[in-house]
């Protein structure tokens, strides 16, 4: 089992972001066209992203929230770095460009980061390890997706848009502290794209339990028993939400109630965000928590893997939350597309 992570200084998150695009496409117009939803749909809609719009865009206006949250200079970022599973660009960082537009290029690292869903919170590590070393005071972690559903695919009913922007900086001037982490991880092909393949493939028979319920389950209980809590010691708990119904169960399975979770639950209103699942769902928590709250946060990324992570809210929400849009502006706002729209905006007609 090993043992938690935790870094020499204190870190904490010091801003944060979220970005969701505005257009929505129901889960029963996908039906429509393709059938199968005779045992029920996943989630109620999802968002997709407008033809302008692609992960480097939507990780600049969730940062520019964070940024707006966290108080700083973009100058005093040592590091940016942007974890995702659909950057625009094969050979060539997303992260430089989301740089250049906060003013943060120059004496700055710079990094994409890859690892499905759970890209964004290993960005998240590595930025906690940088501030906890002193290497750095302050360093940006992104969580982003267009994310990829092939057409007639169950992944085209849940593979929505958007994601999270985080700040970690230095304790005293978080929003919201780190108490620990903790990784678990193992070699499960349970979903993967190969080199020049445009849409990923997913093995069925992996994806629920040997795949997300065995590595969120795993990293949860090894890290709760570490910390020596239990579900009770949290105010809020968030998940990686593939669908509506994982989550809820694996929260059951772990002895949280549906109010701990609904909070951070937004897949049902803008589906899989992959990258940015769990940590817009962070986001809208913090819209909501007061201070002395404890979160949990565990994401999940196919291939497999789960990173844990346990936060309490300090005092400086109250001064600093509103200084950017909730996330629930985003949520809120729709523009419904049908089949037609949404094929056009997600490039699936290919003319030769």
């Known amino acids: ?14 801003g944060y972001g979220a970005y969701v695009p505005r257009y929505r496409i129901k889960a029963q117009e996908i039906a429509r066209v393709w059938g ?23 990780s600049i206006e969730a940062a520019r929230n964070a940024m707006a949250r966290a108080q700083i200079d973009a100058q005093q970022l040592r590091a940016v770095w942007v974890g995702s599973e659909s950057h625009p660009y094969a050979v060539k960082p997303s992260s430089t460009l989301v ?49 990829q559903g092939r057409p007639h695919d169950a992944l085209e009913y849940t593979a929505g848009a958007g994601g999270a922007a985080f700040i970690l900086g230095p304790a005293e001037n978080a929003l919201a502290t780190l108490e620990a982490s903790y990784s678990y991880v193992t070699d499960t092909p349970d979903f993967f794209r190969r080199a020049y393949q445009h849409y990923p493939e997913h093995g069925n028979r992996f994806t629920g339990e040997p795949a997300y319920f065995d590595h969120t389950l795993q990293a949860t209980q090894n890290f709760l028993e570490l910390m020596n809590f239990t579900a009770r010691d949290f105010q809020y708990a968030i998940f990686h939400q593939p669908n509506v119904k994982f989550p809820l169960q694996a929260a059951q399975q772990l002895g949280f ?57 300090t005092d400086k929400i109250l001064e600093r939350r509103d200084l950017a849009k909730r996330t629930a502006f985003y949520v809120g706002r729709r523009e419904l597309i049908d089949y037609a729209r949404y094929a056009r905006f997600r490039n699936k007609l290919v003319m030769n």
């Open 36 to 58: 199968g939803a005779d045992e029920g749909l996943p989630i109620d809609e999802k968002a997709v992203p407008g033809l302008d719009e692609d992960t480097i865009t939507m």
């Open 99 to 147: 740089a250049e537009a906060l003013g943060a290029s120059g004496a700055v690292l710079a990094a994409d980061w890859q690892f499905a869903c759970k890209a964004g919170t290993e960005a998240m590590q590595a930025a906690i390890a940088l501030v906890g070393s002193e290497m750095a005071d302050y360093a940006l972690a992104i969580g982003m997706d267009t994310a």
């Open 257 to 313: 109630t549906r109010d701990q979770v609904m909070s951070g639950l937004l897949v049902g209103k803008i589906g899989n965000t992959y990258a940015g699942a769990s940590l817009i769902g962070m986001t809208n928590v913090l819209d909501n928590a007061k201070a002395g709250d404890r979160i949990l946060l565990v994401s999940f990324g196919s291939g497999a893997g789960s990173d844990a992570f346990s936060f309490v809210v």
């Open 1 to 14: 089992m090993s043992s938690v992570m935790k870094p020499k200084r204190d870190v904490g998150i010091v």
